[in-house]
């Protein structure tokens, strides 16, 4: 079982910056697609992040502005967030799929809030 734990969330001006972290536990960050959604309120949870074997992937809403990386020896994905608009804010989930041979399987943390003030 795989278990994800968000940190680093909170309320910052626009302009600003914050780092979001996933703490993993259960299986390896190595060997796990990764990605980092969010939840804006009223609308459904979308993609902002992915970070697989073959490379990292962003929303074009984020680009330019987000970074996401993952430290495997600390089992750690993160999410930089610079340049924050108010347009960001949401509720942010940490997401991994770990395959097991034909099969995978999806994981969300509980998520972590962000809100950015115009």
């Known amino acids: 079982q795989v278990q994800l734990v968000e940190s680093g969330g909170g309320l910052v001006q626009a302009g600003g910056s914050l780092r979001l972290s996933c703490a993993a536990s259960?299986?390896?960050?190595?060997?796990?697609?990764m990605a980092w959604y969010r939840q804006a309120p009223g609308d459904q949870r979308k993609s902002v992040a992915i970070i697989t074997s073959g490379g990292t992937f962003y929303a074009d809403s984020v680009k330019g502005r987000f970074t996401i990386s993952r430290d495997n020896p600390k089992n750690t994905l993160y999410l930089q967030m610079n340049n924050l608009k108010p347009e960001d804010t949401g509720l942010y989930y940490c997401n991994a799929v770990r395959s097991l041979g034909a099969t995978s399987r999806a994981y969300w943390g509980q998520g972590t809030q962000v809100t950015v003030s115009s």
């Open positions: 259960g299986s390896s960050t190595s060997v796990m697609d």
